[in-house]
């Protein structure tokens, strides 16, 4: 079902995920959903890989980490957050030289604990890995010194952007 975009979120500069200057990164797009779902476009390369043709489970668990972990900023933009906990299923092989969907939600949230759930859907709109995952929120200074590393947080629009994505119902 095709559902329009609100807006595209911000990303980092040196990110694993979605780093725009991390020359090993996989530089994913983060867009907030008319429904409240995030999802993130992905096409990760060979450098991504563990087995030949397949993505590496661990960043299949770093995609699904990041967009559940940011689906916090769909309910409170400012928030910030570290992983507590995650839980991953794996069902089918993630390819990588194509692009994926990831998507996160938000399941429960209190003052300082939200949980999320996501998913990562192949091009065919199959569910290949699920995951649920706890979070704490913290204020940005407790996390990290962006500004001391060089670091920024903005949106980097493109002319390829969609207006709208294209999401089954998982």
């Known amino acids: 079902m095709k559902k329009h975009i609100v807006k ?4 980092g500069r040196g990110c694993f995920v979605c780093g725009v200057k991390n020359p090993f990164g996989l530089h994913t ?6 429904d409240g779902t995030l999802v993130a ?16 489970g661990g960043v ?18 400012d928030t910030w957050a570290v992983t507590v906990e995650i839980n991953t299923r794996y069902k089918k092989p993630v390819p990588y030289g194509v692009e994926i969907t990831v998507t996160g939600r938000i399941v429960e949230n209190s003052r300082r604990i939200f949980t999320g759930e996501g ?15 706890k979070y704490m929120k913290l204020k940005l200074s407790d996390i990290a010194d962006f500004e ?3 670091e920024s947080w903005q949106c980097y629009p493109y002319e390829t952007d969609p207006d709208e994505i294209d999401l089954p119902e998982v």
């Open 8 to 11: 595209k979120h911000n990303v």
């Open 29 to 34: 797009d983060f867009f907030e959903l008319e």
């Open 41 to 56: 476009k992905v096409t990760p390369s060979e450098h991504h890989q563990s087995y030949p043709g397949r993505l590496h």
């Open 60 to 77: 299949s668990a770093a995609l699904l980490d990041e967009t559940i972990g940011r689906a916090i900023n769909v309910l409170e933009p």
């Open 119 to 133: 998913a990562i859907l192949l091009p065919s709109g199959e569910v290949a890995v699920t995951a649920t995952a």
């Open 148 to 150: 001391a590393n060089g």
